[in-house]
């Protein structure tokens, strides 16, 4: 292990680090934007032209404001709440691959923080941690309110976490690889995009990641209408800021990674065919990767103005008796067609 | 497979220094707001908020065993579905038998489903 590689990757995480912050702090804006757009307004616009400087000020706001921890409440745990929020959802990207390699003078950087072989399974360890911050800081508040919230987050993140799983394991039967960076390496181009090999099971997965995310129409951790604020009903200051900010860092991470195994992350038609340097497709590639995220967030905060919010049991019927039967259809004929394939053709 | 993946533990070395860099934003947000926020601290600001209503009682009481029964089923199918991840990632290899022998699996699978079902494990109506 020598000093530069740990440069390197150090470099390479600030850089993801940041990245995904400024996407997640804009998210705030364009989710406003978006809003005002489908509601025919304007959404925030005085904050800077088009309000562009409107994240930075709430992010300020958040900073300056009065903490308060309730008097009935775990205060260590309510502290740990927040923070093991906000940890789970910035180390999920540390498996996924923005782009090929780049060289630099006789240096090979992979775009990429950590190239593990397991990486899938890695990044649903990191999903199923995600629910501890909101169970921890649901529960320490001591209001009922926040403890129903917890109660049903964690039980739909469980729920969804199996069809998931399920429709994960087609997409593996296809790519007979659990690393991402191979994964993504395996669909060059525009017809080995795995959508193409996977609707069913890709569909199972948008589903699960909008349950996962408690984007709306499965945003009953925290549905307003009927528990205040959900699990952060307690929480003010910066800590409600960082549970904010881990949903919409969840919601990138979540996007990257559809991106990544069904869109074919970095990979665009006709790579190879122009006469680029291995560079410049590098540098493209990561741009393509980067509008095919925004494309899915964008898609995120669309359905959350389309469709109102399910009802409790809807939501575990759908997940339970719907999702679970449905991916299992899905493997067995992916696994059948798999078959049929190399025997015939 | 032809092409190993050489596993060791310096692959996941970087994912450590990420988990550092997370940590350390997290920690230092937190204390950083502690330190710089107003604090102004009345009893009525710090009771926990029912909307505007005297509170009652203590919010961890027994709550509907509804949850607890998904928790429970959770973990019972999560861990056949990770039985079938090796299973995926080596289909090609197993060819037939290995798909015969996971519809064997899955049928097995299916029959806990049916059963849970049919108990009404699942039924939130009610």
């Given at each position: 292990m020598e000093f530069a590689f740990i440069i390197e990757k150090f470099i390479l995480i600030i850089v993801v680090f940041v990245i995904t912050l400024v996407i997640a702090m804009y998210s705030t804006l364009a989710e406003r934007k978006v809003a005002g757009f489908m509601q025919d307004r304007l959404g925030p616009d005085r904050a800077g032209i088009f309000g562009i400087l409107q994240p930075l000020c709430d992010g300020g706001k958040f900073f300056f404001k009065e903490e308060i921890i309730p008097a009935g409440a775990h205060r260590p745990l309510f502290i740990l709440g927040p923070t093991l929020a906000i940890i789970t959802a910035c180390i999920g990207s540390a498996v996924i691959p923005w782009g090929q390699a780049l060289t630099i003078g006789d240096r090979v950087v992979e775009l990429q923080v950590a190239d593990v072989n397991v990486g899938?399974?890695?990044?649903?360890?990191?999903?199923?941690?995600?629910?501890?911050?909101?169970?921890?800081?649901?529960?320490?508040?001591?209001?009922?309110?926040?403890?129903?919230?917890?109660?049903r987050a964690a039980s739909q993140s469980i729920s969804y976490e199996l069809a998931m799983g399920l429709s994960i394991i087609a997409l593996l039967m296809v790519t007979q690889s659990l690393s991402l960076k191979e994964i993504v390496a395996q669909q060059e181009g525009f017809v080995n995009?795995?959508?193409w090999a996977q609707p069913l099971g890709?569909?199972?997965?948008l589903i699960c990641a909008f349950a996962e995310t408690n984007r709306v129409p499965f945003d009953l951790?925290?549905?307003?209408?009927?528990?205040?604020?959900g699990y952060h009903t307690e929480y003010s200051s910066m800590k409600l800021g960082l549970y904010m900010f881990s949903e919409y860092i969840n919601m990138f991470v979540s996007s990257a990674l559809m991106?990544?195994?069904?869109?074919?992350?970095?990979?665009?038609?006709?790579?190879?065919d122009l006469g680029l340097s291995a560079n410049w497709i590098t540098i493209i590639g990561v741009f393509v990767f980067f509008i095919k995220i925004i494309a899915f967030i964008f898609f995120f905060m669309w359905i959350r103005w389309t469709l109102p919010r399910f009802r409790y049991d809807q939501l575990m019927n759908l997940g339970w008796k719907m999702l679970i039967p449905l991916a299992l259809a899905n493997i067995a004929l992916t696994g059948v067609f798999i078959i049929l394939k190399d025997k015939f053709f | 497979m032809e092409t190993e993946v050489i596993n060791s533990s310096a692959n996941y070395l970087p994912i450590l220094f990420q988990i550092i860099v997370a940590a350390g934003f997290g920690v230092t947000t937190i204390v950083v707001t502690h330190l710089i926020g107003p604090k102004v601290r009345t009893e009525n600001k710090l009771s926990s908020f029912e909307s505007g209503i005297e509170v009652v009682g203590?919010?961890?009481?027994?709550?509907?065993?509804?949850?607890?029964?998904?928790?429970?089923?959770?973990?019972?199918?999560?861990?056949?579905?990770?039985?079938?991840?090796?299973w995926a990632v080596n289909f090609r290899?197993?060819?037939?038998?290995?798909?015969?022998?996971?519809?064997?699996?899955?049928?097995?699978?299916?029959?806990?489903?049916?059963?849970?079902?049919?108990?009404?494990?699942?039924?939130?109506?009610?």
């Amino acid at each position: 292990m020598e000093f530069a590689f740990i440069i390197e990757k150090f470099i390479l995480i600030i850089v993801v680090f940041v990245i995904t912050l400024v996407i997640a702090m804009y998210s705030t804006l364009a989710e406003r934007k978006v809003a005002g757009f489908m509601q025919d307004r304007l959404g925030p616009d005085r904050a800077g032209i088009f309000g562009i400087l409107q994240p930075l000020c709430d992010g300020g706001k958040f900073f300056f404001k009065e903490e308060i921890i309730p008097a009935g409440a775990h205060r260590p745990l309510f502290i740990l709440g927040p923070t093991l929020a906000i940890i789970t959802a910035c180390i999920g990207s540390a498996v996924i691959p923005w782009g090929q390699a780049l060289t630099i003078g006789d240096r090979v950087v992979e775009l990429q923080v950590a190239d593990v072989n397991v990486g899938i399974l890695y990044i649903f360890g990191v999903v199923a941690l995600g629910v501890y911050g909101i169970m921890l800081g649901g529960w320490a508040s001591n209001n009922k309110f926040s403890l129903m919230g917890a109660v049903r987050a964690a039980s739909q993140s469980i729920s969804y976490e199996l069809a998931m799983g399920l429709s994960i394991i087609a997409l593996l039967m296809v790519t007979q690889s659990l690393s991402l960076k191979e994964i993504v390496a395996q669909q060059e181009g525009f017809v080995n995009w795995n959508i193409w090999a996977q609707p069913l099971g890709f569909l199972i997965f948008l589903i699960c990641a909008f349950a996962e995310t408690n984007r709306v129409p499965f945003d009953l951790p925290e549905c307003e209408t009927e528990l205040v604020g959900g699990y952060h009903t307690e929480y003010s200051s910066m800590k409600l800021g960082l549970y904010m900010f881990s949903e919409y860092i969840n919601m990138f991470v979540s996007s990257a990674l559809m991106a990544a195994i069904y869109f074919g992350g970095y990979n665009f038609p006709f790579m190879y065919d122009l006469g680029l340097s291995a560079n410049w497709i590098t540098i493209i590639g990561v741009f393509v990767f980067f509008i095919k995220i925004i494309a899915f967030i964008f898609f995120f905060m669309w359905i959350r103005w389309t469709l109102p919010r399910f009802r409790y049991d809807q939501l575990m019927n759908l997940g339970w008796k719907m999702l679970i039967p449905l991916a299992l259809a899905n493997i067995a004929l992916t696994g059948v067609f798999i078959i049929l394939k190399d025997k015939f053709f | 497979m032809e092409t190993e993946v050489i596993n060791s533990s310096a692959n996941y070395l970087p994912i450590l220094f990420q988990i550092i860099v997370a940590a350390g934003f997290g920690v230092t947000t937190i204390v950083v707001t502690h330190l710089i926020g107003p604090k102004v601290r009345t009893e009525n600001k710090l009771s926990s908020f029912e909307s505007g209503i005297e509170v009652v009682g203590n919010a961890r009481q027994p709550f509907s065993i509804k949850y607890f029964m998904v928790a429970i089923l959770f973990v019972i199918f999560d861990i056949e579905v990770i039985f079938m991840y090796p299973w995926a990632v080596n289909f090609r290899e197993f060819g037939i038998n290995g798909l015969i022998e996971m519809f064997v699996f899955m049928g097995l699978l299916l029959l806990g489903f049916i059963y849970i079902i049919k108990k009404k494990a699942l039924n939130w109506d009610e």
